[in-house]
Nanobody
Framework: QVQLVESGGGLVQAGGSLRLSCAAS????????MGWFRQAPGKERDFVAS????????YYADSVKGRFTISKDNAKNTMYLQMASLKPEDTAVYFC?????????????????WGQGTQVTVSS
């Protein structure tokens, strides 16, 4: 079983940037797709971005397209989410997740291991 730990969250002003990291241990992530999801208070956990095993295919939610960039460093067993032009509506707990498949997916049900989440708060 792979363990995932997110870091990099915090408080930032609107228009600012943050980079989230998701460090994996226990197993290599090199052959597996991964994703980022977020959950605001009182709302469901929503898809943000995903990446296939090699990093060559990425998907983004429309709300973050052009502002967020997902990447994966298989040598470091780590995934990243670079967030720019942040908006107050980006405020949420951000979770990383890993799929048993090498193919990327936007479906939350395709991911079977999750991190504990990191809080991102964007002030206006």
């Amino acid at each position: 079983q792979v363990q995932l730990v997110e870091s990099g969250g915090g408080l930032v002003q609107a228009g600012g940037s943050l980079r989230l990291s998701c460090a994996a241990s226990g197993r290599t992530i090199s052959a597996r797709a991964m994703g980022w999801f977020r959950q605001a208070p009182g709302k469901e956990r929503d898809f943000v971005a995903s990446i296939n095993w090699s990093g060559g295919i990425t998907y983004y939610a429309d709300s973050v397209k052009g502002r967020f960039t997902i990447s994966k460093d298989n040598a470091k067993n780590t995934m990243y989410l670079q967030m720019a032009s942040l908006k107050p509506e980006d405020t949420a707990v951000y979770f990383c997740a890993i799929s048993p498949s090498s193919r990327t997916s936007i479906n939350i049900k395709d991911y079977n291991s999750w991190g504990q989440g990191t809080q991102v708060t964007v002030s206006s």
